[in-house]
């Protein structure tokens, strides 16, 4: 599950919930230009058992590359890929974090 890094639950907060969908959306198709971007010079193999192994290779290659660019994208935006009992404890643990200037500001 996607958490924030403040804690905050949709839940709560249903505001949150527009802002959670665009950063999803974003981090998505950024994770998709990567994937296809990261892949699109790998061999092709050669005959049909090399362009079956290639093919694999390549599908395996653009997940991982997805994922990870994913996971990063969220962090950027505050939102952490955890199992929901991880996240639960790790905000049970955490004190809350004072309001940064910036929020403060309206930038």
């Given at each position: 599950?996607?958490?924030?890094?403040?804690?905050?639950?949709?839940?709560?907060?249903?505001?949150?919930?527009?802002?959670?969908?665009?950063?999803?959306?974003?981090?998505?198709?950024?994770?998709?230009?990567?994937?296809?971007?990261?892949?699109?010079?790998?061999?092709?193999?050669?005959?049909?058992a090399?362009?079956?192994?290639?093919?694999?290779?390549?599908?395996?290659?653009?997940?991982?590359?997805?994922?990870s660019?994913?996971?990063?994208?969220?962090?950027?935006?505050?939102?952490?890929?955890?199992?929901?009992?991880?996240?639960?404890?790790?905000?049970?643990?955490?004190?809350?974090?004072?309001?940064?200037?910036?929020?403060?500001?309206?930038a």
């Amino acid at each position: 599950m996607w958490g924030r890094v403040d804690c905050k639950r949709a839940a709560d907060h249903p505001e949150l919930k527009p802002e959670y969908e665009q950063a999803l959306a974003i981090c998505e198709n950024r994770a998709i230009a990567a994937g296809t971007a990261g892949t699109a010079n790998m061999p092709g193999g050669y005959g049909m058992a090399g362009a079956i192994s290639a093919g694999i290779n390549q599908g395996i290659a653009e997940g991982n590359i997805r994922r990870s660019t994913t996971i990063s994208c969220m962090a950027e935006r505050g939102y952490l890929l955890k199992k929901k009992s991880e996240h639960t404890a790790a905000c049970a643990e955490a004190k809350p974090l004072p309001a940064s200037p910036k929020a403060k500001s309206g930038a």
